[in-house]
């Protein structure tokens, strides 16, 4: 055997520490189990196909999905080249140091200026910097049963109580009317399936865009400010548009999310339904659907001062920091973004946020919900981002449900008491 020289095993260690990356034959995503995640590993396979490096996709319900990613995250893994992850953990994930810095790989590559301006910024951005490219665009969007709204005689009497034609929503005020409209107990028929599961982000997701629709804020992301914000008049009236909202739910809607409200709109129970986008594709197939050719879809109405804003759902894609496999992690995401990639992401049921694919005749007319995903895109606010976000959504879940399921106590008091909350955990 052949005895290397101090200088040359030195040389040889650098030389294999620089190539870990080059020689990657595999790269590991992880992301929630859930039909785009499907979608993902078919796309992949054609990375796979071009480069000779396998792609796999590993998965775990939602349930855990957060719970499982930090545990690897914190105990410094590399079982993960990539996540799929949260908007909210951006705060966390970067300043644990759990992401690998993107910016310049942004900017280089020209993502800030060919992705929507809006995904970049709550997908991606934290501290001024980026931490991931936007991967599956989501937001929170409404679908509505065409029947009923066009049927002559529903028509005839919306009018006569109103003194307006029955339409798609113009505006909170007429998603409310119609709401209350079809609430008709003694024929089963109710107005809308809202969220209000206290699990996780579900209810604050609803709440929070309404709050963004009645020009409101949760707070200063960068102050920290919660104050005269959180608990503002147009807070307090936005809470109150959501609690009314809820009495033209079906019985007992106290924990209902996504799953729940698919059900609702084709079991017949409801004229609309509140849902991200991403569970839209159930509601347009035939074979999960039998109201699936009288199924419309619309984008969160403005509110009463014509602001007009949709909650953020979906996720970006970052390099775990302790993955080995960096260098191959990036050449994958410059595959990813090339608009031919991100058209057949779109096409396989993925949500594209790359906007010369968002907003082509093909994208808008693919599908019956894709032109209101694509106005969806373009209003959409998120939750805080911070460290302690995870603390703030129980909380915000624990101080509203109450009164959003019973009307138990006033919504100024329910605001107030949050941000009470919110101060503590933020350290104000």
Known sequence: MR???????????????????????????????????????ELVNDYTAETGVTVTVQTTPWSDFQTKTFAELNAHGDAYDMVVGDSQWLGAASEGGHYVDLTSFITDNGIDKSFV??????????????????????????????????????KEAFKAKYGYDLDVPKDYKQLTDIAEFFTRPAENKYGVALYTQTAYDAMAMGVEQTIFTWGGDL??????????????????????????????TPPNWNQAFFVENNQAFTEG?????????????????????????????????????????????????????????QDEAKKFLQWFI????????????????????????????????????????????????????????????DRLHPYITTGEGSAKAALDALAGDWNKTLGN
């Open 117 to 154: 301006p809006a995904t970049l910024q709550y997908y991606s951005q934290y501290g001024g910097k980026y931490w991931s490219v936007p991967l599956e665009g989501d937001a929170n969007g409404w679908a509505y049963r065409k029947d009923w709204f066009e049927d002559p005689k529903e």
């Open 338 to 397: 090339r608009d031919d990639v991100q058209q057949k992401w779109a096409d396989l049921g993925g949500y594209t946020c790359s906007a010369a694919v968002l907003n082509s005749e093909k994208f808008l007319k693919a599908t019956p919900y894709n032109q209101a995903f694509a106005d969806s895109m373009k209003i959409v606010k998120d939750f805080w981002a911070n460290p302690v976000f995870a603390d703030m959504l129980f909380q915000m879940n």
């Open 3 to 41: 005895v290397l020289g101090k200088g040359m095993l030195a040389g040889l260690g650098l030389m294999l520490a620089s190539s870990t990356s080059v020689l990657a034959q595999e790269l590991t995503i992880f992301w929630a189990e859930w039909d785009p995640a499907n979608y993902l590993q």
């Open 219 to 248: 707070g200063d992301y960068a102050s920290k400010k919660v104050d005269g914000i959180l608990n503002s008049d147009k807070n307090i009236a936005a809470l109150e548009a959501y609690r009314k909202l809820y009495t033209f």
């Open 269 to 325: 129970l409801v004229a609309m339904a509140m849902n991200y986008f991403a569970f839209f594709p159930a509601l347009a197939n035939e074979a999960t659907n039998p109201h699936a050719k009288d199924t419309g879809y619309f984008a969160n109405p403005p509110g009463p001062n014509g602001d007009q804003h949709a909650a953020l759902g979906g996720q970006g894609i970052s390099i775990i920091s302790y993955s080995k496999n």
